[in-house]
């Protein structure tokens, strides 16, 4: 029984750096390579939220190491977000960031290349002339 459990212990430890960068970077570059638009956003869409929960997770460390599940409900909601069934990347995105997007920097009609574009990159970036574009 004690083999059976650290392979578990192994299997477990090994499927975090799997599900969460292994898989989505192999999904990344074959998106990049395809011609499809869906599969780009999706992708964009999980590194963002990727990015965005690796950073709560490291500023609130000290009290998130008091919930126990913590790693386990983590690795679960990845797996959710990476999982071309459920596109919960894509989902969140379309349902939430991309709603608050629309919302301040300009109405439904927010078309990349448009006017609208170019005010939110002139919020992002810093004005340095021409050149740095």
């Known amino acids: 029984m004690s083999r059976f459990w650290t392979l578990l212990i192994y299997l477990h430890s090994m499927a975090g750096p799997g599900i969460m960068l292994l898989y989505p970077l192999y ?17 964009l ?18 009290i998130l190491e008091w919930v126990a599940i913590w790693y386990d409900l983590k690795l679960a909601f990845v797996a959710w977000l990476v999982l071309p069934q459920f596109r919960g990347a ?17 109405g439904p ?16 970036t810093d004005k340095k002339g021409e050149e740095a574009y």
Do not use: C, H
């Open 109 to 124: 009609g927010l078309q990349i290349g448009g006017k609208d574009k170019n005010k939110f990159v002139d919020f992002v």
């Open 27 to 43: 999904a990344s570059v074959v998106a990049i390579e395809s011609t499809s638009k869906l599969d780009d956003e999706q992708w």
């Open 90 to 106: 894509a989902f969140i995105y379309e349902k939430f960031v991309r709603e608050k997007i629309i919302r301040k920097y300009g």
């Open 45 to 62: 869409a999980y590194w963002i939220l990727y990015s965005f929960l690796t950073l709560m997770e490291m500023l609130l460390w000290s």
